[in-house]
């Protein structure tokens, strides 16, 4: 039983068709054909004796709470709860498992049969789409209170993009850009290649001390309009890689991601921790 607790989504198979369910409506899906695409995605837990009846009430509570519930849906629900079909296997667990299981069912059932709440807007997806082209390098200029207190207010971060990243959400997916990050030596603003690699130094994330090197790459999710406002553009370029890189053997390409929150924090954090090259 891929359970952990007595609550209808302490179930893997119940979270899985909740996520499923809802990502099929962000995807812009009618209720019908998210219905229709679970069906055809689960017919294996469908027929199963302990799973069928766990994806018929989770189905049909997330329709309910949405104000989307099928009547079949209903139908199937109800017929396994007053059939007490999911409790047989909570016997094993002992008498105050099954007593509290109990309890999260009847409240379900008490749900199914009131008045359903009125439908829920399900926003759509929104997909991430990065601008730059491979080589685009942008300056973005240190303002903040915490450079001034690190002494680094003035200086440029500079940001290489050399790759793209790829991210399936529903049926599309977002598009991320790989970068570099630099630092400029002084407070002028780099314009050529051979200023970008020679006055600018590369930003250190991670040591590793086995290797005695040092992660670099990171994946940036930059949505504040704030930030991106600040980004100018140098020029599109290919810059010298780090020769004290550590390159990771799934296509190098790092864990780590730089998003808008703390965005010149969290770089100053690895300037201070790691130093720069």
């Keep these: 039983m891929g359970a952990w607790g007595t609550g209808l989504y302490q179930d893997d198979v119940a979270e899985d068709i909740k996520t499923d369910y809802i990502n099929f409506l ?8 998210a219905y229709d ?13 302990d799973d069928g009846p766990i994806f018929w009430i989770a189905l049909a509570d997330t329709q309910w709470k949405l104000g989307r519930l099928m009547p079949y849906v209903k139908k199937q629900a109800l017929k396994y709860l007053d059939e007490g079909t999911d409790l047989l296997k909570w016997e094993e667990w002992g008498k105050s498992f099954l007593n509290r299981r109990v309890k999260v069912l009847n409240r379900l059932k008490d749900h199914l049969l009131t008045a359903m709440p009125a439908e829920k807007k399900v926003p759509l997806y929104k997909y991430f789409r990065c601008k730059w082209n491979i080589g685009d390098t942008y300056a973005y200029r240190l303002e903040s209170d915490y450079s001034k207190l690190h002494n680094l207010y003035g200086q440029y971060l500079i940001i290489y993009k050399f790759d793209e990243y790829t991210s399936e959400k529903g049926n599309d997916y977002d598009i991320f850009p790989y970068v570099y990050t630099k630092i400029t030596k002084n407070f002028e603003l780099p314009k050529t290649l051979d200023e970008v690699n020679n006055e600018c130094t590369f930003v250190r994330y991670l040591y590793n001390p086995p290797t005695q090197l040092f992660e670099y790459r990171t994946i940036n999710v930059l949505e504040s309009s704030k930030i991106l406002k600040k980004m100018i553009f140098v020029g599109n370029f290919k810059i010298d890689f780090p020769k004290d890189e550590l390159v990771k053997k799934d296509n190098g390409y790092p864990v780590r991601v730089m998003s808008s929150p703390k965005f010149e924090e969290r770089i100053i954090n690895s300037i201070i921790k790691l130093g720069k090259k």
Excluded: H
């Design 37 to 49: 695409k679970l069906i055809e995605d689960n017919q294996t837990i469908i027929n199963d004796v």
């Design 26 to 33: 962000k995807e812009g899906k009618t209720n019908q054909e």
